[in-house]
């Protein structure tokens, strides 16, 4: 039970004069009229904006949906990294700094675009040399480098699909994903810092691809002088293979709809989902929304403290940001390392004027003490931003007054990996706001909040976070699967894009993001789903059965909690909670590690056999159970779970 959804907040903030007046957008007049007119006529609106960004051919029709298959912006042709890059090399942005990166041991590089356009020109040649082909998948196992997004760029460059793997991910999970995508070819580095750790990347990837003879070539950055296995005839240096080529790489126009990406997110089930993003619209959606949320100006020093591991680093730390010319952050490690003060050391140092992270990081911040934001000159600062979770008021208001000086307006941005670009959010220079909502929808989004038969709900009530148009962002399809894509998204709600978010719209109409409706946690700002961990747990030979549920934790959102039952003949450690936590970070990542294992002779179930989350949570919460156990098959089950032995 959540007491903070029943509070009434009733804090208002008006975005300052100051900010208003230099701001694209400056009232909520502006905002609504110019949101009635894109929701009037989307593609009229859409077309505008698309045509700003550079197209080496043009569309002939703006949209075409059949529901659920959108195709936008049909016949036009584009290069995404002509977009990002080479369009700046004609003016003043030329020498200007792209990529300014910090790395967790302290080194420092800056790559102007000139520099950077190079780069990923040069690399885009390596990928040519080693075979890679337009429309080819390529994973990529990297540490927060500039060559994380070189090696994005240069795929794009070239039209090759990249799908990039959180370097916090497990050997088995580059496999899964390698076997769904079907890449022939890893881009990884020997390995990367992370709070004081080296995290053995090139090791992670041997282990993933032992015996697959379909990986052809393993691409490796040298980050952290790491001693790593080469195999004679798969693996090549990325620095060696660099002296063998010229910066001179055409950027080819690919077709609009061309897929750009594939990035694996948690669904309802064991097996993560291939979000698959094609070329035109996902660039227009990066760039536009990154040009009007963070009122991005020529000298803005813009931070998106995100992984590119995740969309938010695809979309905020790599396109978004580039193809509107700014200069961008980029910090390797950890936030507290080697002390809590590194962000704001690093805000300091650089003069960051744009900051966007996410809640968990601030709830963080707050358990570490004021004392040590205190220490730092801030006030380069003027907007900040948050993504991943809804944002309880009290870290709002700390982020407010400890980060932003009481003076920067706040952007809580509600998105999904499948959505590609922010749908919900303030504006800054025109949106009153509110600790807590998200606001209102983003222009081109008809988002609403309908019941379970799709009938739109009166003002404060709870229901399913819809979509009801498409978006030139949105998600094409789950890679490989049509079916689940139309079956995950687009049937529980008729003829609407279902987020799997519950919400309400207050009597202002802005939306408040209650949580996920399905079985996704969001840990620490990360999807995971139930399924994924149970899978996990039962893979390990003592394990016979395993439910995976949430419970509030104040730093993480959300905590796991998994509830196990035993083979029989299985042998018991008395350490087994750690080996099982041990092998779940193993199968999947560290985040997915249980915060709690409680073992059990049995799991509570309905008479039919499912279990019964819903009571599983209420005793991994804490609190009692108060729901209805009628279909229970066994209650003496509850009276033994509710029981911690720990
Ligand atoms: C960008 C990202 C998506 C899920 C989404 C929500 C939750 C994200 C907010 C939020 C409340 C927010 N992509 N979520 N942003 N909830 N307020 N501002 O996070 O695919 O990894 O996760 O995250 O549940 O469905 S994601």
């Given amino acids: 039970m959540s007491i903070e959804s029943h509070l009434v907040e009733n804090r208002i903030f ?12 400056g009232d909520l007049a502006e905002y609504r009229k110019l949101y009635k007119a894109s929701i009037a006529d989307p593609e009229k609106f859409w077309a505008k904006q698309a045509a700003k960004l550079r197209w080496q051919k043009d569309w002939t029709k703006v ?13 036009g042709k584009l290069n995404v990294t002509e977009n990002c890059l080479d369009r700046h090399l004609e003016g003043a942005r030329r020498n200007k700094a792209a990529i300014i990166w910090e790395g967790e041991p302290g080194e420092k590089r800056t790559l102007t675009y000139h520099q950077l356009h190079r780069e990923v020109c040069k690399f885009a040649n390596v990928l040519k040399r080693n075979n890679i082909k337009k429309g080819d998948r390529v994973l990529i196992y990297m540490p927060l480098v500039p060559e994380a997004s070189i090696a994005m760029l240069a795929c ?3 039209g090759a699909v990249h799908s990039v793997v959180f370097g916090g991910f497990s050997a088995e999970s580059i496999k899964d994903r390698l076997a769904d995508c079907g890449a022939q070819v890893v881009i990884t580095a020997d390995g990367g810092y992370r709070r004081g750790q080296m995290v053995t990347l090139k090791q992670n990837v041997d282990r993933a691809i032992e015996g697959n003879a379909a990986i052809r070539r393993v691409i490796v950055f040298k980050r952290a002088n790491l001693d790593i296995h080469i195999a004679e005839g798969r693996d090549v240096w990325w620095h060696r293979e660099m002296d063998y080529v010229t910066a001179d790489c055409p950027a080819l126009g690919f077709d609009s709809e061309h897929p750009l990406f594939i990035l694996y997110t948690s669904g309802s089930t064991g097996k993560p989902k291939g ?17 009007t949320i963070f009122d991005l100006r020529e000298d803005d020093v813009y931070w998106c403290t995100a992984d590119v591991g995740w969309i938010t680093g695809h979309t905020y730390l790599v396109y978004g940001p580039l193809a509107n010319g700014a200069t961008c952050l980029m910090y390797e490690g950890a936030p507290n390392w080697p002390e809590p003060d590194r962000f704001w050391k690093l805000i300091a140092d650089y003069g960051v004027t744009i900051l966007y992270t996410a809640p968990t990081a601030i709830r963080a911040f707050i358990k570490w003490g004021d004392e040590w934001p205190a220490k730092h000159d801030l006030s380069s600062l003027r907007l900040l931003g948050t993504v991943g979770e809804p944002i309880n008021p009290e870290a709002w208001m700390w982020f407010r007054e400890k980060i932003g000086g009481s003076r920067c307006p706040i952007v809580d941005t509600w998105w999904q990996t499948e959505t590609g670009a922010i749908m919900i959010t303030p504006l800054p220079g025109a949106t009153p706001t509110t600790p807590g909502t998200a606001t209102l929808p983003f222009f081109g989004i008809d988002a609403a909040i309908v019941d379970d038969a799709g009938k739109e709900l009166p003002a404060n009530e709870g229901g399913k976070l819809v979509i009801r148009k498409p978006w030139p962002s949105m998600l094409r399809s789950i890679y490989g699967d049509k079916q689940r894509y139309k079956d995950q998204y687009w049937t529980e709600v008729k003829d609407c894009y279902f987020t799997g978010d519950g919400a309400r719209r207050d009597e202002h109409g802005y939306f408040w993001i209650t949580g996920r409706m399905d079985d996704v946690l969001n840990v620490a700002g990360h999807r995971l789903g139930t399924a994924e961990v149970e899978s996990a747990l039962v893979s390990h030979e003592a394990v016979a059965e395993a439910a995976v549920v949430g419970r509030p934790d104040e730093i993480k959102g959300q905590g796991v909690v998994a509830f196990v039952t035993l083979k029989t003949h299985a042998v018991v450690h008395a350490d087994l909670k750690e080996i099982l936590r041990k092998h779940v970070g193993e199968m999947i990542g560290p985040i997915a590690k249980p915060d709690d294992i409680r073992f059990a002779d049995a799991l509570p179930k309905t008479r039919s056999g499912k279990i019964m989350r819903r009571l599983l949570k209420e005793i991994a919460g804490g609190g009692g159970v108060t729901g209805d156990t009628t279909t229970l098959e066994d209650l003496s089950i509850l009276a033994k779970l509710s029981k911690s032995d720990d």
Avoid: D, M, N
């Fill in 275 to 291: 979000i698959l993003h094609t070329t035109g619209g996902y660039l227009l959606g990066a760039q536009f929304t990154t040009k």
């Fill in 14 to 25: 008006q975005p300052s004069r100051e900010f208003s007046k230099a701001a694209r957008i």
């Fill in 63 to 75: 949209l075409q949906w059949k529901c659920p298959f959108a195709k936008w912006f049909v016949g």
């Fill in 156 to 158: 794009a460059r070239i």
